[in-house]
């Protein structure tokens, strides 16, 4: 699976999808030598070094796979109704 990674201050990156479950990530992304690992902390993806991101897209081929993760997935912005 591929991820689209929106990093702070905007800058957006695309990843590998190497491992999910509902509270981690795992990631690789090009130019860095290292995966890195995403935490859900009180519901925001948080970085190893502390620093959140949120994920613009997540693309499956098979669409089971997603729902792995997907299932606590929340909105970027709440509205009233």
Known sequence: MYTLIVLPGGRQ???LLLWASAERL???IPGR????E????EGRWTSESGGHVELG??????AADAKQFLANARP????AV
Not at 76 to 79: K, T, Y
């Open 76 to 79: 970027r912005a709440l509205s």
């Open 13 to 15: 990156v695309d990843a």
């Open 38 to 41: 995403f935490h859900l902390i």
């Open 26 to 28: 795992r990631v690789v």
């Open 33 to 36: 030598a290292d995966t890195v």
């Open 57 to 62: 897209a997540i693309l499956a081929e098979d």
